[in-house]
């Protein structure tokens, strides 16, 4: 008897797949797209209404030729790859490279690998939705399209071996604008007093309250100490009084469970996971991990989602979880419903949520790596927490008044405080914050009418603060807010950048590199209208339609590339951008002169800056300061074969030693041993584990 051939993308999923599926069932694994457009040339006849030219990629032949033969013996094709346009995209390529005879095809989509889910799935296969595989591919050819028509230009106008994206110039535009506002700012100083007080004929602490302005409402600037210094001698002989106090009771409500964006800001305050670490920690957790006598299990739904809904019966056992483990206390007397979607997108229909409730981190711990665990721990923690009760908080506001007896001016003070007299969702999780939340002092029983001392007076000069670079949190946030990029394209975007060598990360923050400043320079100058944020996120709307409304995918392509190629014609005539060579430590060993930092088809390397007078050149390693703890060597940066940087002793391969971790140039003070950065903020010995916070800047 013929089985029922199921095609995933990973083999991973495949083993959660036929654990559920059983007998009849034969898996396999394409490992990713089989066919795509050609590296060497363009692939896309702009002549004929851009039809695409798809080849398979000589390292997919092996794979093609067993799904193949696969096919030929099965009794129907069941796709089974990921539920948005990529994963449509990828079933259709699956179906039109493999096809043999009448064997008959069907697309199974679901949000997550369980028994229930992947059974109804089976039952309500479907064709092909060729909507969503043209608004897929539409996206694949105006990203080649720009690729490869930027960069032959930034190869001549800027350096050989650069690139450029469609979405990722946006980004890098978005981000240098930013470090332009940073360094354009100037600084305004203003001042701040803080009074001191405390209630007369009690002895007790003393409590801080705020000069906010004049009680009849009147706002004041103080702008210099002149002016902070005569209104604190006018305040030291003041009377003060407590005016008016208000007090209410405010709740907090949980945030909703993950998508993909808030899910990667998250990761990255926590955890500094980067977008791209957390996806694929996401994609293990939602292909499925080997539990033991469970075998291999989904921990979470789909991990590409835009949508905060959750299925009814997801709240349901999560309402139940709560009530047993927590009291009905935690538990709100209705379900909350999250039916929030992000502007334009088009991708899965739920939240990122655990697929079982009562399979708690605690449970699994023992079978997931540390960062696998982290990242499963809050996304059941956010899950659990978005169905409890409302954290309730006591909020007081007191406003005192202080009178000065020769001017008659009477000046305001405010003071709050925040008291938690429920913590409801927040024992279990609160979300992270971009800025830290200051945290209010209690303040003492008072009255109004109260009379108050003053203990002191604390004037602190300011300065107005620049705008803050973006993060990768802020940067997903940003992107999402204005429409550019999908859940399955943030990721990308922000390792493409960093990759490329545009933007680099500085205690976390994305700062633009001289590279970076430069192409972006000469894209905006010639592409002023494509490198443009609202004209990115009318592109992504257009590619929605495609998806949704059956809008021509032929016509959003045309439209974009007319005027595109029209500018791309003028941008030849643009001046030669000049970088100026970076100057590295050392002088050449052949003729004295300096060296240089150069840039190849394979990657940095050091020349003598007498090129071509003298030839000499060397490999290029990033200098630590750090000496190797098995030889005491030189510890130097390097690049893997995949582009990724190490650090490794600089008498390889005479001695071996190597880290991924950033090293430290001082010794770990507990046991001599080598310090490295860890999670951005902190120094961790990797001989003692020992710990400690970096100091910034």
């Known amino acids: 008897m013929k089985s029922k051939l199921v095609i995933v993308e990973s083999p991973a999923k495949a083993r959660t797949l036929a654990r559920i599926l059983g007998e009849g069932y034969l898996l396999k694994a394409s490992l990713g797209h089989i066919r795509d457009l050609p590296r060497s040339r363009l692939g896309v006849d702009t002549e004929h209404g851009f039809t695409p030219k798809y080849v398979v990629p000589r390292d997919k032949a092996k794979a093609v030729r067993e799904l193949k033969q696969a096919v030929k013996g099965a009794a129907a094709v069941y796709l ?41 799935a089976f039952k309500y296969s479907r064709p092909i939705d060729m909507q969503l595989v043209n608004a897929q591919q539409a996206r694949r050819i105006l990203d080649r399209l720009v690729g490869y028509k930027l960069s032959p230009l930034l190869w001549r106008k800027v350096r050989r071996g650069l690139s450029a994206g469609r979405v990722q110039s946006v980004a890098l535009r978005i981000i240098v604008d930013r470090e332009r506002e940073v360094e354009q700012f100037i600084p305004q100083e203003y001042w701040t007093i803080e009074a001191k007080l405390t209630k007369r004929d009690i002895e007790r ?25 005569a209104i604190k001698n006018e305040l ?48 293990q957790l939602y292909e499925g991990l080997p539990l033991g006598s469970e075998g291999s299990v989904g921990l979470i739904t789909y991990m590409r989602t835009d949508s905060t809904h959750v299925a009814r019966s997801a709240v349901a056992e999560t309402r139940q979880f709560i ?29 990122i949520r655990p697929t079982k409730i009562w399979r708690q981190p605690s449970g699994v711990r023992q079978f997931l790596n540390a960062n696998q ?24 506001a007191v406003d005192i008044e202080a009178r000065c007896p020769a001017s008659k001016t009477r000046y305001l003070f405010r003071s709050s405080s925040s008291v938690s007299i429920f913590p409801g969702f927040m024992i279990l999780y609160s979300e992270s914050k971009d800025k830290e939340e200051k945290k209010s002092a209690l303040l003492p029983l008072l009255e109004k009418g109260d009379i108050l001392e003053l203990v002191g007076l604390l004037p602190e000069q300011h300065f107005t603060q620049p705008p803050l670079r973006f993060t990768e949190a802020t940067l997903i946030k940003a992107l999402e807010q204005w429409g550019i990029g999908r859940p399955s394209t943030y990721a990308p975007i922000l390792s493409t950048i960093q990759e490329r060598e545009y933007v680099t990360k500085d205690n976390g923050n994305l700062r633009p590199t001289e590279l970076g400043i430069a192409v972006n320079g000469l894209l905006v100058r010639c592409f002023p209208d494509i490198i443009n944020v609202e004209f990115t996120a009318r592109m992504e709307d257009e590619l929605d339609k495609v998806a949704s409304d059956n809008m021509d995918w032929v016509q959003v392509v045309s439209n974009f590339y007319t005027p595109f190629d029209s500018d791309l014609e003028k941008a030849q005539q643009v001046d030669r951008v000049d970088l100026k060579e970076e ?28 090129y071509p007078d003298c030839k000499y050149t060397a ?21 893997s074969k995949k582009g990724r940087t190490f650090y490794g002793c600089n008498r390889y391969p005479e001695c071996k030693f190597a880290t991924n971790y950033r090293p430290l140039a001082r010794l770990c003070p507990k046991c001599d041993g080598l310090l490295t950065v860890y999670r951005g903020k902190w120094a961790q010995c990797l001989k003692c584990k020992h710990k400690e916070k970096l100091e910034q800047g």
């Not at 100057?583 to 300096?594: A, F, N, Q, T």
Request: aromatic share 8%.
């Open 80 to 120: 089974a790859t990921d539920p948005d346009r990529e994963g449509e995209a990828i079933a259709w390529h699956l179906a039109d490279v493999t096809r043999a005879g009448k064997t008959p095809y069907r697309r199974v989509v679901f949000h997550e690998i369980t028994e229930s889910a992947i059974k109804r």
């Open 205 to 229: 602490s003393p409590f801080s309250a705020l000069l906010v302005g004049l009680t009849d409402g009147t706002k004041l600037d103080i702008d210099s100490q002149e002016e902070a210094g």
């Open 236 to 283: 030291e002989s003041a009377g003060y009084g407590v005016a008016r106090i208000k007090t209410k009771k405010v709740n907090r409500q949980p945030a909703p469970p993950f998508i993909t964006s808030t899910l990667q800001q998250e990761a990255w305050r926590r955890f500094r996971f980067t977008a791209k670490q957390t996806m694929a920690l996401a994609q």
């Open 323 to 351: 009530a047993k483990e927590h009291g009905p206390q935690f538990l709100p007397p209705n379900a909350r419903s999250f039916a929030g979607r992000v502007k334009g997108a088009q991708e899965a229909h739920e939240a």
């Open 373 to 396: 665990l982290r990242l499963y721990q809050i996304i059941w923690q956010r899950m659990v927490a978005s169905q409890m009760a409302a954290a309730i908080f006591e909020n007081t």
């Open 583 to 610: 100057v590295v430590e050392g002088l050449c060993p052949d003729c004295g002169r300096p060296l240089v930092l150069k840039h190849g088809r394979f990657g940095k390397f050091v020349a003598c800056s007498g």
């Open 619 to 639: 490999s290029y390693r990033i200098k630590t300061g750090a000496r190797c703890p098995e030889c005491g060597a030189e510890l130097v940066g390097k690049k």
